[in-house]
Nanobody
Framework: QVQLVESGGGLVQAGGSLRLSCTAS????????MGWFRQAPGKEREFVAA????????DYVNSVNGRFTISRDNAANTVYLQMNNLKPEDTAIYYC????????????????????WGQGTQVTVSS
């Protein structure tokens, strides 16, 4: 099975930047659609970004579009989330996730599409 290990969370002031990393072990990384989700205190987990397993297409939740960038390095079995111009409302636990089957167009934003999850990494943005 796939195991996901996240790193890169921390405390940053509003307007600052962080880069999250997620390294996968298990099946060939290039087979995996990769996503990032986040969960703020008292809130449900929400979709943040995803990157396609093949051609590298990406999608973002509207609130981060233009500020966050998802990318992948298949040789390193790693997906990244570069977060710029961070805002206090970005404060959450960020989770890396992956799935091996499913439709890109319909499934990339759905929690139920993802088969594997990391442990989460805390991102705190102070005002």
């Amino acid at each position: 099975q796939v195991q996901l290990v996240e790193s890169g969370g921390g405390l940053v002031q509003a307007g600052g930047s962080l880069r999250l990393s997620c390294t996968a072990s298990g099946p060939i990384f290039s087979w995996l659609t990769m996503g990032w989700f986040r969960q703020a205190p008292g809130k449900e987990r929400e979709f943040v970004a995803a990157i396609n397993r093949g051609f590298g297409g990406t999608d973002y939740v509207n609130s981060v579009n233009g500020r966050f960038t998802i990318s992948r390095d298949n040789a390193a079995n790693t997906v990244y989330l570069q977060m710029n111009n961070l805002k206090p409302e970005d404060t959450a636990i960020y989770y890396c996730a992956a799935y091996t089957q499913g439709n890109w167009v319909e499934g990339r934003k759905r929690i139920s599409s993802y088969d594997y999850w990391g442990q989460g990494t805390q991102v705190t943005v102070s005002s």
